[in-house]
């Protein structure tokens, strides 16, 4: 049963009013799909009544209810006698992945940018297991984090030229979750955050979930410190969420000037910044490193947030919150209402990682580039105008579509066993619909396999291109 529901005039204005083509019911059931496959339409969304979409778009009951018919045949659209339709998907499952069983293809799942465990994990994990009988006599609950993992984490911070305390230290439940908490502790409803667009699809979930008025800054060809000083300033930012480190998704790295920049305009607008870390250790060239933007902090105005996900597992929840010791005590308050403190275990499993961290980081290093130069050859043989700069570091390539939209290849690239996401989800407000992220996380063969079906999805996709929804 859905959770939510969509007045006519707002879907209307998403579908971006009446359909330019015929048959108008395809062209209003293919927007809807669109909608539903990125993210616009969240899932189990209770829709209009067919009388009332109708008088919106300006066309008879019939298309609409044609329309409605077409995408619940498909799928997309689940009804109940008395209750109305709602959004779905096919099967509750992915449509690439309903497309890929159908046809008995292996699915290739692009969607996902996390590698595996690296080499050592399962020494790791028995190590922390033999740990644990040493804190099971107490509570378990150490809303701050186990001592000897805010001391690893805090002595990284301090080699990486950034002196810290364990104190300065709150571990969360995963990045994700240390950004909430942020999150909670400084942004109310209608409080301006400045963004980077692109930028990481969850993170504009958390600040949508917060309430707040995101405020863009343009960071396909960089990072342009007078407009985003500008973008402050004018909006007002309340605070400023940025991803310095290898970008996600366009894995750029900021400049140590520009660092110092951005620390400034926040100091003199009173704003604080929110600096992803997450991507940190991923260099795949050797590269000259910036000092972490806390190097340039003077008064408390940086917020660090990292997390093991992308360097270590994906599967291990846990990140960590660096700032100043009052900071993190009131960024610790926060907490209690979502949970008491993370996983001992998995605390334990981290501090035995970040004791090998030099070696897993060379390993991730060797295997990245290696299926990074693999997914730059394929691309290059086989979608050779497609357009991207192969980034220094991180995990993926953010790649210029030529005319073709990313939504409708999307769609498109089911059939042929693959699950991308469209460019319109790392935006703001729709745009970024002609991008796409491509990650270097599978094997080298996974890899030119995908490319190989992105290109027959790509033909699908150029020929029939549904209609980019408009944004309110």
């Not at 616009?40 to 609409?64: F, K, M, N, Q």
């Not at 109310?188 to 969850?202: I, N």
């Not at 580039?369 to 991180?394: H, I, K, N, Y």
Request: hydrophobic share 45%; net charge neutral; charged share 20%.
């Amino acid at each position: 049963m859905s959770t939510r529901s969509i007045n006519a005039a707002n879907l209307a204005r998403l579908l971006g009013g009446p359909p330019p083509e015929r048959p108008y019911y395809a062209a209003i059931a293919a927007a809807l799909r669109g909608l539903v496959l990125d993210g616009r339409l969240p899932l189990r969304t209770r829709l209009p009544a067919e009388r009332d979409l109708a008088a919106a778009l300006g066309v008879s009951r019939t298309t609409v209810t044609s329309a409605y018919d077409a995408l619940r045949a498909d799928g997309y659209v689940e009804s109940r006698q008395g209750a109305g339709s709602w959004t779905a998907l096919p099967n509750g499952t992915p449509p690439s992945a309903r497309h890929a069983f159908a046809e008995d293809r292996t699915l290739i799942d692009l969607a996902c940018v996390a590698p595996a465990a690296p080499p050592g994990f399962d020494e790791c994990v028995a190590a922390a297991v033999a740990e644990l009988p040493r804190h099971t006599g107490g509570p378990g609950y150490e809303p701050l984090g186990l001592a000897v993992l805010r001391r690893a984490i805090a002595e990284r911070y301090t080699a990486r030229g950034v002196p810290t305390l364990p104190e300065q230290i709150l571990v969360t439940t995963g990045g994700q979750h240390a950004l909430y908490l942020v999150l909670q502790t400084f942004v109310r409803p209608g409080d301006a955050v400045l963004v980077e667009s692109p930028t990481y699809p969850h993170a504009l979930d958390a600040l949508r979930l917060a309430r707040a008025r995101l405020v863009p800054a343009g960071v396909n060809a960089g990072w342009d410190l007078e407009l985003i000083a500008g973008g402050m300033r004018q909006g007002a930012a309340r605070l400023a969420y940025l991803i310095p480190d290898f970008q996600n998704p366009t894995g750029r790295l900021m400049g140590d000037d520009d660092r110092a920049a951005l620390v400034a305009t926040a100091r003199a607008t009173g704003a604080y910044v929110v600096s992803d870390e997450t991507f940190t250790e991923l260099a795949v060239d050797d590269v000259p490193r910036p000092r972490p933007l806390a190097a340039h902090d003077t008064d408390g105005r940086v917020i660090s947030i990292g997390s093991v996900s992308k360097l270590m597992w994906g599967g291990l929840r846990i990140g960590w919150i660096r700032a100043g010791q009052a900071l993190v005590r009131r960024i610790a308050e926060a907490r209690d209402a979502v949970d008491l403190a993370s996983p001992v275990l998995e605390q334990l499993i981290v501090t035995e990682l970040l004791g090998r961290v030099e070696p897993i980081v060379a390993a991730r290093r060797a295997v990245l580039r290696e299926r990074r130069e693999a997914l730059v050859a394929a691309l290059r043989e086989e979608l050779p105008d497609w357009a991207f700069t192969v980034p220094p570091g991180g995990l993926s390539l953010w790649v210029r579509l030529p005319g073709i939209s990313s939504t409708a290849l999307a769609a498109a690239a089911g059939p042929h066993g693959l699950h991308i996401v469209p460019g319109t989800a790392f935006g703001v407000d729709g745009i970024l619909d002609d991008h796409l992220r491509v990650p270097y996380v599978l094997p080298p063969q996974e890899l030119r396999e995908a490319v190989t079906r992105l290109a027959a999805a790509r033909s699908g996709a150029a020929v029939a291109q549904p209609p980019r929804p408009a944004y309110v």
